[in-house]
């Protein structure tokens, strides 16, 4: 039996630890299942490069609760260590890895973010346990060796009997943190953390049935066993390729994400980029719900397989934020600060790599099919919509196939619309009139009355659209918008004669007196004349820019 001392420096280090990452010691098993992972791997890859005569086989990683004992144990069938590289890589690594982080961690401790999410590793186990056991043997033809940390700086370095290969972390869960002996508690976080790691994870057992024999009588009971529990899907759609996936494998992956997701999604964008950075991912664009609550914080953001937040603010444009979906990409740096992820180079070309990507599908599929599109137009207009304002680069793509739907459901794009209204539809000017109505039954007699002068009417209902508009406008001279209850269509040319009231003078004026008592004055303009028989007897109209200014403040401006 040996003993040593750590590093004087770190003294320290566990306090600091518990005391700075306080509501993030669930991420203890996240960082030992990772590691198990990483062992299982690097041996495959040795085995694969043929560096090992060992036998890979069929490795999985376990996690174990003895609740009585306050003990969790974590074992991999990796490529274990040396008693020397124990003394090297969890004495002196892991313990400098931790010091490093702790020092960026303070720094920054005010700026709760994405922080804290990454790069404790090996030591985040004192956050729970107060005394940490490693039980080991390498692949290579060595003794085993069992490693036993207190949490002081001392250690113990012994021989252990242990035959099999791979390691067995066990940590004795202090008084503090009892509630992680739960079962349910470990399986959430494996489910949370875990769930597509890339080696197969098991946690406990559960009975099966054995499948009935063919010829089976029907009275037949059908044997039970107990069978492992697994908890991750080793390979997510996302890891494969495009070409090796179907439309149902995408859907059946998405339900796996979101299993209280009853809708199909839309469509799926597949995300997959090497070079000047490495990320995949897939995204979803789900049927958006009546009301036109959005949800956020839909996107699962993954380093190489592990879970790391559901927050990606920063690094999907934010209008994308509404998709759901994963992104998993090693080159995202996770222990910094927000404001350092918004003004990072690599996080900015990242973000406009997935705005390309899904502006080019959206093109793809309008082009391949654009019933199709113009049917799933009411779902995805407000991402499309609000991508077109806040995002210069979508924007800028976005005029080959963002759609322009009218009252009667034909779908127009803005060059389309342009085309089909330069004869119909201009003033005095010369310049475009685009007739739209923002409620289809609140404006119902203005709309009638627009179609039967011969105007086409589009429906612009989401909440956004008055910014939209504006943007509209500002890059298009020659094309202005009036609502189809707005005080600006009579000032059309192509306008058929004014219907004659028939009404007499007198008739008239009391009409008026009395509608002008009812509506605001100052708000509203009350005409009879421009009458027509089969819709309204009287139309009330809003100037445009004072409707606007008050949407344009209700929804916040901008
Ligand atoms: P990192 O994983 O980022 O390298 P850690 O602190 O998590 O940092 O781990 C430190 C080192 O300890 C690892 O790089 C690895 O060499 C070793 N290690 C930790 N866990 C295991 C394990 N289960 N099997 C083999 N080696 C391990
Ligand atoms: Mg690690």
């Not at 003895?66 to 124990?86: C, F, H, P, S």
Request: with cysteine; hydrophobic share 35%; proline share 5%.
């Amino acid at each position: 039996m040996a003993t040593g001392k750590i590093n004087v420096s770190v003294e320290n280090i566990f306090p600091l630890i518990k005391k700075f990452l306080y509501s993030d010691h669930e991420i203890f098993l996240r960082e030992l299942v990772s590691n198990a992972t990483d062992a299982t791997l690097k041996l495959k890859h040795l085995t694969n490069i043929g560096e090992t005569a060992v036998e890979y086989g069929n490795p999985i990683i376990e996690v174990k609760v003895d609740k009585e004992a306050k003990k969790i144990y974590i074992t991999d069938q990796g490529l274990g260590m040396t008693g020397e590289e124990v003394e090297k890589y969890i004495n002196q690594v892991a313990f400098s890895g931790a010091e490093e982080f702790l020092e960026k961690y303070k720094e920054s401790a005010k700026d709760s973010g994405i922080i804290g999410h990454f790069g404790l590793g090996f030591y985040s186990a004192f956050m729970v346990a107060e005394k940490v056991e490693i039980i080991t043997k390498s692949y290579k033809d060595e003794p085993a060796v069992h490693w036993i940390c207190d949490g002081s700086p001392e250690f113990t370095l012994e021989p252990s009997d242990k035959t099999t290969r791979g390691t067995e972390i066990v940590l004795h869960i202090a008084e503090d943190s009892l509630d992680f002996l739960e079962d349910s508690k470990i399986r959430e976080l494996l489910k949370k953390y875990n769930k597509f790691m890339p080696v197969p994870i098991k946690f406990g057992t559960h009975k099966e049935n054995l499948p009935v024999p063919p010829d089976a009588p029907v009275d037949y009971q059908p044997e039970e066993v107990e069978v492992d529990t697994f908890i991750n899907n080793p390979n997510p759609a996302w890891t494969k390729q495009p070409a090796d996936l179907t439309d149902e494998d995408y859907k059946t992956f998405y339900h796996e994400l979101y299993p209280t997701q009853f809708e199909d999604p839309l469509f799926n964008i597949h995300l997959n980029v090497d070079y000047p950075f490495n990320l995949t991912g897939i995204l979803y664009f789900p049927k958006l719900s009546a009301d036109l609550q959005v949800q956020k914080d839909k996107i699962q953001l993954y380093q190489n397989q592990v879970f790391v937040t559901d927050n990606v603010e920063g690094i999907v444009p934010e209008f994308l934020t509404m998709l759901r979906g994963v992104i998993d990409s090693p080159d995202i740096p996770l222990n910094v600060s927000r404001s350092y992820l918004q003004a990072d180079g690599a996080v900015k070309k990242i973000s406009n790599y997935i705005t390309r990507k899904v502006a080019d599908k959206l093109k793809s599929l309008f082009n391949e099919n654009r019933e199709d599109f113009e049917q799933k137009w009411n779902d995805i207009k407000i991402v499309l919509e609000y991508g077109m304002l806040s995002e210069p680069k979508f924007y800028e793509k976005a005029g080959s196939f963002v759609l322009y739907p009218t009252v009667d459901g034909k779908f127009y794009t803005l060059e389309e619309l342009k085309e089909n209204l330069k004869d119909t539809q201009t003033d005095k000017d010369g310049k475009l009139v685009v007739l739209y109505a923002s409620n289809k039954d609140a404006q119902h007699s203005y709309i009638v009355s627009a179609q039967e002068k011969g105007y086409q009417v589009l429906l612009l209902d989401s909440p956004i659209v008055s910014h939209l508009i504006q943007k509209l406008e500002a890059d298009n001279e020659n094309v202005t918008f009036v609502r189809v209850d707005g005080d600006h269509v009579e000032k059309l040319i192509n306008k058929d004669e004014l219907q004659i009231s028939k009404l007499s003078e007198d008739e008239k004026e009391k009409l008026k007196t009395a509608l002008e008592e009812i509506v605001p004055k100052q708000n509203y303009s009350v005409q009879l004349e421009a009458l027509d028989s089969n819709a309204a007897p009287f139309i009330i109209t809003q100037p445009e820019f004072m409707r606007r200014m008050k949407e344009m403040s209700a929804s916040g401006g901008g």
